[in-house]
């Protein structure tokens, strides 16, 4: 089991460019979500998952999209990006129903510059 | 939405004495309670979780209470050992959706 598995662990950008965060867990797990992280700010939501073909927005959604076609994977997609989106961005995942563990990746470091 | 503080921010203790986290939430619908502990460079673990329904858990050096009414929820390390220095993090969930505190970085020395 690697559990919740995130890809790259570094990334640097400039502005206006795309890029997509992936994300896979191998937990058959049907909640998955996408946090960032920024001092002083704990860790805040930005998508998340109850199944495959099911998406909805968190508290900073704006200039992030997803989409969940497996139950595996769920990508995270910067379209233009822009330095307020410098951040550490988690993954998570959980069984979904009556509040179980959510399983953190390793997180993905992103600076746009 | 859900509004979680959490105090202190910065927390530092000496080696063997108890560490008190404490959380406040504002969502009355909020029914479950993890806490979380991230190391540096790694995601966050879940330490500990409390449902709506109970008011008090315990797991060997950690416990947590909850009280719903006043909408209050407490971390206690007791015993405390340098493995304990991290950042912590309460949270409060509610219809899927987690909603965290900025953390408290605990500092335990020796």
């Known amino acids: 089991n690697a559990g919740v598995t995130q890809t790259p662990k570094f990334q640097v950008l400039k502005t206006g460019q795309s890029m997509t965060l992936q994300c896979a867990q191998d937990m058959n797990h049907e909640y998955m979500s996408w946090y960032r992280q920024d001092p002083g700010m704990g860790l805040r939501l930005i998508h998340y998952s109850v199944g495959a073909g099911i998406t909805d927005q968190g508290e900073v959604p704006n200039g992030y999209n997803v989409s969940r076609s497996t139950t595996e994977d769920f990508p995270l997609r910067l379209l233009s990006a822009a330095p307020s989106q410098t951040s550490v961005y988690f993954c998570a995942s959980s069984y979904g129903q009556d509040y179980t563990e959510a399983f953190f990746g390793q997180g993905t470091r992103l600076t746009v510059v | 939405g859900e509004n979680v503080e959490q105090h202190p921010s910065t927390l530092s203790v000496q080696e063997g004495d108890s560490a008190v986290i404490k959380c406040t939430y504002s969502?009355?619908?909020?029914?479950?309670f993890p806490w979380y502990k991230q190391e540096l460079g790694k995601g966050p673990q879940l330490i500990i979780d409390?449902?709506?329904?109970?008011g008090e858990k315990k797991d060997q050096r950690i416990a947590v209470t909850l009280n719903k009414t006043a909408k209050h929820f407490s971390l206690h390390i007791t015993e405390t050992q340098p493995e304990d220095s991290a950042v912590y993090f309460c949270a409060a969930a509610n219809d899927y959706k987690l909603s965290f505190g900025a953390g408290t970085t605990v500092t335990v020395r020796a």
């Open positions: 969502d009355s619908a909020s029914n479950y």
């Open positions: 409390i449902r709506s329904n109970v």
